[in-house]
């Protein structure tokens, strides 16, 4: 059974950095790309950034540009959402998913990791 968990969340200060880890275990996936999402209470499910396995290319949310790098270490089986000069507004639940052939659907998620900025 795989598994995807989620690590790194904590309360913060706006302004300040965290970094979230995202491990796999239980099996091997046909990875088409690694993502995450957020979802703060009220709101929508927002895609954050993805990591296009094969060759590493990432992409990012609008509000994300500039401020989140997404990583990978794969011997670790582990991806990383580097996340600099936080904002309230990046107040959520954070989520990583795995995007996988030959579907292309985010079939897999992890239970998620709460990040709050105060300001």
């Known amino acids: 059974q795989v598994q995807l968990v989620e690590s790194g969340g904590g309360s913060v200060q706006a302004g300040d950095s965290l970094r979230l880890s995202c491990a796999t275990s239980g099996g091997s996936l046909s990875t088409y790309a690694m993502g995450w999402f957020r979802q703060a209470p009220g709101k929508a499910r927002e895609f954050v950034a993805a990591?296009?396995?094969?060759?590493?290319?990432?992409h990012y949310g609008t509000s994300m540009k500039g401020r989140f790098t997404m990583s990978r270490d794969t011997p670790k089986n582990t991806v990383y959402l580097q996340m600099n000069n936080l904002k309230p507004e990046d107040t959520a639940r954070y989520y990583c998913a795995a995007q996988v052939l030959p579907t292309y659907q985010y079939e897999y998620w992890g239970q998620g990791t709460q990040v709050t900025v105060s300001s």
């Open positions: 990591l296009i396995w094969n060759g590493g290319t990432t």
